[in-house]
């Protein structure tokens, strides 16, 4: 007689690891939705963080991670601004649009190709306020 083999949940479960993969992506494409809707930068990690972060910890690390970009590039736009009399706040300015805009793609294709259990993107060289 022929076998039938019932496939195993984890398998009806991977779609919803995609959703939560494709969603944790979402802080990190706030940076270019931000360039087109004021203040989305802030507000769609913090909407994440308070809605599905509370059931999702890869979701909330990943906003967490945006936020902590966001913070880091408040706080240096703001430093280089003064810097501007001098010229090399230009130079700081435009290193920090380059690096905001590159990094936010770099971070949500990788958190979009995550798997359960991997962990959240980091962003290189920026101070983490938010832990």
Same mark, same amino acid.
């Given at each position: 007689?022929?076998?039938?083999?019932?496939?195993?949940?984890?398998?009806? =479960?991977?779609?919803?690891?995609?959703?939560?993969?494709?969603?944790?992506?979402?802080?990190?494409?706030?940076? /270019?939705?931000?360039?087109? $809707? *004021?203040?989305?930068?802030?507000?769609?990690? /913090?909407?994440?963080?308070?809605?599905?972060? !509370?059931?999702?910890?890869?979701?909330?690390?990943?906003?967490?991670?945006?936020? =902590?970009? /966001? &913070?880091?590039?408040?706080? $240096?736009?703001?430093?280089?601004?003064? &810097?501007?009399?001098?010229?090399?706040?230009?130079?700081?300015?435009?290193? &920090?649009? /380059?690096?905001?805009?590159?990094?936010?793609? @770099?971070?949500?294709?990788?958190?979009?190709?995550? !798997?359960?259990?991997?962990? *959240?993107?980091?962003?290189?060289?920026?101070?983490?306020? @938010?832990?």
């Amino acid at each position: 007689m022929a076998e039938i083999h019932v496939p195993e949940e984890p398998q009806s =479960n991977s779609g919803n690891d995609e959703a939560n993969a494709s969603v944790a992506s979402l802080a990190h494409w706030s940076f /270019l939705i931000g360039s087109v $809707v *004021p203040f989305a930068s802030l507000i769609i990690p /913090l909407v994440l963080i308070n809605t599905v972060g !509370k059931e999702d910890d890869f979701v909330k690390q990943n906003a967490k991670e945006a936020l =902590n970009l /966001l &913070l880091f590039a408040v706080i $240096v736009g703001i430093i280089s601004i003064p &810097l501007c009399f001098v010229i090399i706040g230009f130079f700081i300015l435009i290193a &920090l649009s /380059l690096f905001v805009f590159i990094f936010s793609i @770099i971070a949500a294709i990788q958190t979009m190709s995550a !798997k359960q259990g991997d962990a *959240p993107y980091k962003y290189p060289i920026i101070f983490r306020l @938010i832990s």
